[in-house]
Nanobody, 116 residues
Framework: QVQLVESGGGLVQAGGSLRLSCAAS????????MGWYRQAPGKQRELVAA???????NYADSVKGRFTISRDNAKNTVYLQMNSLKPEDTAVYYC??????????WGQGTQVTVSS
C-alpha cells in the first residue's frame, strides 16, 4: 500500500504563491502516477495536475501557465507550485497516487484559500 501526507496549504492574497507537498511512503516503487486534485464547496473534485513515473505531466486548462507539478524521487515527494493564485483556486487540495495500475489512494487534503 501507499500512504500520502500533504502539507503547505494556507491563506494567501490573490496574485500570491503557495507550494504544496505530498510525501509518499509504503510501496512507493509501485506508484504509476501522482496528482493533485481539488474540491471547492458545492463542486465536484477535479484534476489539477498529474505526473507519471516517467515524468510526463498534464494540467487542467484553468491552471496551465500558473501551476507546476514536480517530484523529488530522493524524498518520495511531489510538489505543486502555485503562482498567480486567484480566488477561484480556493479549494481543498488532495494528493492522489495510483499504484499497481489498479489501485489509488488519497491524502487527507489541505485547504488553500485565496483572498481577493
Amino acid at each position: 500500500q501507499v500512504q500520502l501526507v500533504e502539507s503547505g496549504g494556507g491563506l494567501v492574497q490573490a496574485g500570491g504563491s503557495l507550494r504544496l507537498s505530498c510525501a509518499a511512503s509504503g510501496s512507493i516503487f509501485s506508484i504509476n502516477a501522482m496528482g493533485w486534485y481539488r474540491q471547492a464547496p458545492g463542486k465536484q473534485r477535479e484534476l489539477v495536475a498529474a505526473i507519471t513515473s516517467g515524468g510526463s505531466t498534464n494540467y487542467a486548462d484553468s491552471v496551465k501557465g500558473r501551476f507546476t507539478i514536480s517530484r523529488d524521487n530522493a524524498k518520495n515527494t511531489v510538489y505543486l507550485q502555485m503562482n498567480s493564485l486567484k480566488p477561484e483556486d480556493t479549494a481543498v487540495y488532495y494528493c492522489n497516487a495510483r499504484y499497481y495500475s489498479d489501485y489509488e489512494t488519497w491524502g487527507q487534503g489541505t485547504q488553500v484559500t485565496v483572498s481577493s
